[in-house]
C-alpha cells in the first residue's frame, strides 16, 4: 500500500429540496455573487428563478452561456474579468461539470494578477481563490467533489485538467430531481464518465482488496441504475444512485493507497475534445475497450480477470484469457446498450488528425508513466482502432 495525504474539505447537501438551504450557506460569505450557467438548461427546469428568489437580499452578477468543453476565452476571461469589476465575494455555479469546472477556473484567476492562463497551465502556483458554492444538474464528472477543473483553449487544441487543492467547492448542493430533465444522451455519456473514473483508478499495479470493493461495485452501481435512469428519466431513487456515485468518481477517494494509474483514457479523450469538442464521456466509452484491448497482456491479465467475475459475474472456472476478452466485450455491450455511439467517424471524427492527435497526446500527457505505458504509436493504434 502505498503512502498518501488527502483532504476533502468540501461540504455535500443531498436529496430532494435541499436548496433551501442556499441562503444559509450563502450568508457565509460576502453579498456579491457571480452566478454562472450555461446555455439556459437551468432557466427551462425553473431552477434560475427558484436561486433568484432565494437570493433575492444578495448582488447578483451574472456570466451566461458557458459551454461544454469550457473554454478559456471567453467563459474563463470574461469571468475573472467580473469578478474583479464587480470585487465578487463568492462564484455559484449552477449548471453541469462545464460551468463548475469555469467557475474554478474563474476562482483562481480572480486572485491572480498576472494571466490566468499561467495558473491553469501550471506555470503559477495559486496562492487563493474564491469561495465556490455550487448546485450540480448532471451526474458524471463528480467536479462538485473534486478540486480539478477541465478548460479549452480553442487556438492550441489544449484541453488541460487543471487540479489545485483551493478549487474545492465550498458547497455542493445535489438534487437529483435536477437531474430528471438531462437527455438520454448526456445520461449515457454521464454513466461512462463515472465508469471511466472508476476505471482509471482501478487499473493499477497495486491495488488493495478495499478499493478493488468500492470500484466493483461503482460498477455495478452505475450500470444497474444508469440503465434505469435512460428507462425512465424520473426514476429518483436510480438517479440518486447515479448521482452519489458520479460524485465518488474523481476525488480520489477510490484509490487512496493504489500505485498510480496515469488516466489514459482520460489523456487520449481530453485530445479528442480539444481537437473537436465532442461529448466527454462518449469518447471515453469509444477508447475504453480499445485501450482494454490494447493493454491486455499476461502482466495486465489477472486485472481483467478479477474485473471480469466480480463486475460481470463471468464464470471464475473459465480460462483467464476467455474471461478477460469477455470482460472487455461486455464492457463494450455496456455502452452500446445505453445508446452511446460505438466509433470515432460517429462523432465526427475520420483519420485526418490522428497523427497529429497522437503526436499531441504523447507529448502532453506523461501516458509513457501510466499503468500500462504507451508510447505515440500505441496511442496512435487505439486511436485507429477505435475508427
Ligand atoms: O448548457 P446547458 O444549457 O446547461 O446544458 C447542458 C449541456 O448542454 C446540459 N445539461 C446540464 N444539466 C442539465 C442539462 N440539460 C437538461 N437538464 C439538466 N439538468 O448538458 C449538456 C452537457 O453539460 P456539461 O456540463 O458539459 O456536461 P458534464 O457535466 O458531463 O461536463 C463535461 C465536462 O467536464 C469535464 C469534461 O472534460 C467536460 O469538459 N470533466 C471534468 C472533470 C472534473 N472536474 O473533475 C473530470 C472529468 O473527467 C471531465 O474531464
Ligand atoms: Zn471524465
Not at 164 to 190: C, E, I, N
Not at 278 to 295: C, D, F, N, Q
Request: net charge negative; glycine share 8%.
Amino acid at each position: 500500500m502505498q503512502n498518501f495525504d488527502y483532504q476533502t474539505p468540501t461540504r455535500l447537501i443531498f436529496g430532494k429540496g435541499v436548496i433551501a438551504k442556499l441562503p444559509e450557506v450563502m450568508r457565509a460569505f460576502g453579498p456579491k455573487i457571480l452566478l454562472t450557467y450555461g446555455g439556459g438548461s437551468i432557466k427551462k427546469i425553473g431552477l434560475y428563478q427558484k436561486v433568484h428568489e432565494l437570493l433575492k437580499d444578495f448582488e447578483i452578477i451574472e456570466l451566461p452561456g458557458i459551454q461544454p468543453n469550457p473554454k478559456y476565452d471567453p467563459s474563463v476571461l470574461d469571468g475573472v474579468r467580473l469578478c474583479k469589476e464587480h470585487k465578487i465575494d463568492v462564484i455559484l455555479s449552477v449548471g453541469g461539470g462545464s460551468v463548475l469546472d469555469c467557475s474554478k477556473a474563474i476562482a483562481a484567476g480572480a486572485c491572480y494578477d498576472g494571466d490566468p492562463w499561467d495558473l491553469i497551465s501550471y506555470k503559477v502556483k495559486a496562492q487563493a481563490a474564491l469561495p465556490i458554492v455550487d448546485i450540480i444538474t448532471l451526474a458524471a464528472t463528480g467536479s462538485e467533489y473534486d478540486c480539478g477543473g477541465v478548460i479549452s483553449r480553442t487556438e492550441t487544441n489544449d484541453k488541460i485538467g487543471y487540479l489545485d487543492r483551493h478549487l474545492f467547492p465550498h458547497t455542493s448542493f445535489l438534487d437529483p430531481t435536477y437531474t430528471f430533465t438531462v437527455s438520454k444522451k448526456q445520461t449515457a455519456a454521464g454513466i461512462a464518465d463515472a465508469m471511466n473514473h472508476t476505471m482509471e483508478q482501478y487499473f493499477v499495479a497495486d491495488a488493495t482488496l478495499l478499493n478493488d470493493g468500492f470500484c466493483e461495485s461503482m460498477f455495478r452501481s452505475l450500470m444497474t441504475n444508469g440503465r434505469k435512469c435512460i428507462e425512465n428519466p424520473e426514476d429518483y431513487t436510480a438517479r440518486a444512485e447515479m448521482m452519489l456515485a458520479c460524485t465518488y468518481g474523481c476525488n480520489g477517494i477510490l484509490a487512496l493507497g493504489n500505485s498510480k494509474s496515469g488516466w489514459p483514457c482520460h489523456g487520449i479523450e481530453h485530445a479528442l475534445s480539444a481537437y473537436y469538442d465532442i461529448t466527454h464521456g462518449e469518447g471515453l466509452a469509444i477508447i475504453t475497450p480499445r485501450w482494454m484491448k490494447h493493454i491486455l497482456n499476461d502482466r495486465t491479465l489477472p486485472r481483467f480477470v478479477k474485473y471480469g467475475i466480480n463486475v460481470f459475474g463471468l464464470d471464475a472456472a473459465l480460462d483467464p484469457w476467455t474471461i478477460a476478452e469477455k470482460a472487455i466485450d461486455e464492457t463494450y455491450a455496456f455502452f452500446e446498450s445505453i445508446g452511446i455511439p460505438m466509433h470515432l467517424r460517429e462523432v465526427g471524427i475520420d483519420e485526418s488528425r490522428l497523427d497529429e492527435m497522437a503526436h499531441h497526446i504523447a507529448v502532453n500527457e506523461g501516458l509513457d508513466q501510466a499503468y500500462a505505458p504507451l508510447t505515440e504509436k500505441d496511442i496512435k493504434e487505439i486511436l485507429v482502432a477505435s475508427l
